[in-house]
């Protein structure tokens, strides 16, 4: 746990100590040493309303961002890691065939750095936020396309009275899990919205509100491909025309020279699949 506040009330005026979990045992309650400090209260009065603790997020993404070390994800080595802060990675109408939306933008890592879940998991809520109210929750489809394995960890440092006689500064300074967070490289995608034509505008706009979540640089890439495929406009429309372009969920598969060949069309029986 990190540095917190803890709320007493006197009357009506409350009165905050910056203080940390461990810090607790050393305050000098007329109980004495306590155990739980959000089960029991001093002797003083009060109520369970007045009297609670608060404990801060982690630190600054400067402080994480670099990529210094090799990767080191959750394994049975590396235990005790917390969960990751974005469960969702597609939001929206993810269910919608491949020729519903087919205009898709992305918003692409411009440094390699780490990007912590808390910063994915801010991203999709500030571009799913502006999408529902503008363009209609039915109008979209959003997917984080990075997913946090990397654990950040850190040594935790006492900060009450007489943290001097009691903490080894550097001396065994492997940390303890803190988060997670993904290793972005330059020119990677981080989030891809896919909408149809009229919302192009408002879909750009929700990446524009998104790249203030992230540390570092970040550009906004209309593709050129049909939504969440890998095939241009130009091909796709001239594929569908042609019926050789089968839908596959968001995405769609070319039909190339396999399958019977009662099933082709004459002339058509030896057909490439890249031609």
Known sequence: ???????FRFGNAPL???TDALSLHFLGFPEGRIADPVLKLPQWGGNTDDFHILFTSIGPAR???QIKNKPYPKSRYCRGVPDSKIR???????KKGVDEFPFCVHLVSWEKENVSSEALEAARIACNKYMTKFAGKDAFHLRVRVHPFHVLRINKMLSCAGADRLQTGMRGAFGKPQGTCARVAIGQVLLSVRCKDTNSQHAQEALRRAKFKFP???KIIVSRKWGFTKYSRADYLKWKSENRIMSDGVNAKLLGCHGPLAQRQPGRAFLDAVA
Request: net charge positive; proline share 0%; with cysteine.
């Open 1 to 7: 746990m990190r540095l917190g506040f803890q709320t």
């Open 88 to 94: 969702i990675y597609d939001v929206g109408m993810k």
């Open 216 to 218: 570092g640089r970040q």
């Open 63 to 65: 402080c994480y961002r």
């Open 16 to 18: 905050y100590i910056r």
